[in-house]
């Protein structure tokens, strides 16, 4: 008596497509016979759970199988791989369904109907940089980018215009030849049409034979703003072109931001620094920053920036608003603008003079960094001295 078929799987008979696939999954990898060595009781028991699997994966014999038993499939449990294999092929579109084309072609499990049926053409790679003003304002650029596409004068067939391809002799237009090892049928893509299942008897001079050609093809580009290095547009259909009428494949656009001389990037935020004079860091004023000039900015590349009396080197001025937009556009980052104190140098006898006298009226509270390193230094010493003395 036949084995109940959720039996065999291991599953229950509410069991949904998803369950019953990983149920096949694991057990026809577990069971296969290329797995283990050919045993006899592994092909055995890989040749139940396919027959399983084969007929409760299709929902109507699944119906049929749930009301009349194995009767209702194959009138009384019969084998679905006929006297010597023969019907290994619709193991072979199990195993293509359930683990992929890549996984089932090891096996000999894709058929020469898709091998030889339309393909979609190759994604392509292409790296832009642009400049951080464009990725600031977004941009629109024109790319070349090098693609295949039909052949115009064959039209893509590969044939001299006027004729045809003809039937591939070895596969007879499968695309894929069949062998027999013992027990099991391999299939492998037939080495004569190299799995076109079709040749080419007088090929086209243009493309000699490929239907296709290589070409640069330009494109408008849409950069949107606030890019970032690293950033990938997606160009749906506008890969390579397809092989036997398929379709095109896409096209990644790969961005990279050429560093700028003035700021560097920080998420959203720009950063530049600017020197102060001396006296403004001590008087305190107004300089300008630089900031990159878009809607936002009104139409000015300068950014008034207001420097506190007793600034120093580091100190940093945020204006917000003024970075970088995020691709979304609903927010902004900031400007951080980096102060850096620049000291005077070339100067004349007279200006020596008048920072003499400054030095010299200048008292402990007005520097005090300078006051708490001498302390600090004072008592370094000190105990450097004090252990050698000792």
């Known amino acids: 008596m036949a084995r109940d078929y959720y039996e065999i799987l291991g599953v229950e008979r509410t069991v949904d497509a998803a369950g019953l696939k990983s149920a096949y ?18 092909m055995a028991r890989f040749k139940e759970i396919s027959e399983a699997y084969s007929v409760l994966s299709d929902d109507q014999k699944r119906a049929a199988y749930d009301r009349f038993g194995h009767a209702g499939v194959n009138g009384g449990g019969g084998n679905p791989f006929g006297a010597g294999g023969a019907g290994f092929a619709d193991v072979n579109d199990i195993f293509s369904q359930v683990f992929g084309e890549a996984f089932g072609d090891v096996f000999g499990g894709r058929t020469g109907r898709s091998q030889a049926g339309p393909r979609r053409g190759s994604d392509l790679r292409y790296d832009l940089e642009i400049t951080l003003e464009q990725a600031y304002k977004g941009a629109d650029v024109e790319i070349a980018v090098p693609t295949t596409a039909a052949c115009e004068t064959c039209e893509g067939s590969g044939a001299r215009p006027g004729t045809k391809p003809v039937t591939c002799t070895t596969c007879q237009g499968a695309g894929r030849v069949r062998t027999a090892n013992g027990f099991f049928q391999v299939e492998r893509t037939c080495p004569r049409c190299g799995g076109q299942g079709q040749m080419i008897a007088e090929p086209c001079g243009t493309c000699h034979g490929h239907g296709q050609v290589r070409k640069n093809r330009k494109l408008q580009l849409k950069v949107p703003a606030g890019v970032d290095d690293g950033s990938r547009i ?13 379709p095109r494949g896409d096209l990644y656009v790969f961005i990279s931001v050429t560093p700028h001389e003035l700021f ?3 998420n959203l935020d720009l950063l530049v620094t600017v020197p102060v004079p001396m006296t403004v860091a001590a008087l305190g ?4 920053a630089p900031c990159l000039v878009s809607d936002a900015c009104d139409g000015r590349c300068k950014q008034p920036v207001t420097v506190p009396a007793g600034a120093q080197t580091g100190k940093t001025v945020r204006i917000k608003g003024k970075g970088m937009p995020h691709l979304n556009g609903r927010q902004r980052g900031d400007l951080v603008v980096e102060l850096f104190v620049e000291t005077p140098t070339d100067l004349t006898p007279h200006q020596k003079e008048l920072l003499q006298e400054l030095a010299a009226s200048l008292g402990e509270s007005q520097t005090p960094r300078n006051t708490s390193f001498a302390g600090k230094a004072k008592r370094f010493w000190a105990d450097i001295l004090g252990e050698t003395a000792q």
Do not use: F, T, V
């Open 25 to 42: 999954r694991k057990l026809a990898m577990q069971h296969h016979p290329d797995r283990n060595g050919g045993c006899e009781d592994s």
């Open 234 to 246: 997606r160009l749906s259909g506008e890969g390579d072109a397809g092989q036997r009428g398929g």
């Open 264 to 266: 560097e990037r920080d």
């Open 285 to 288: 004023g107004e300089i300008d």
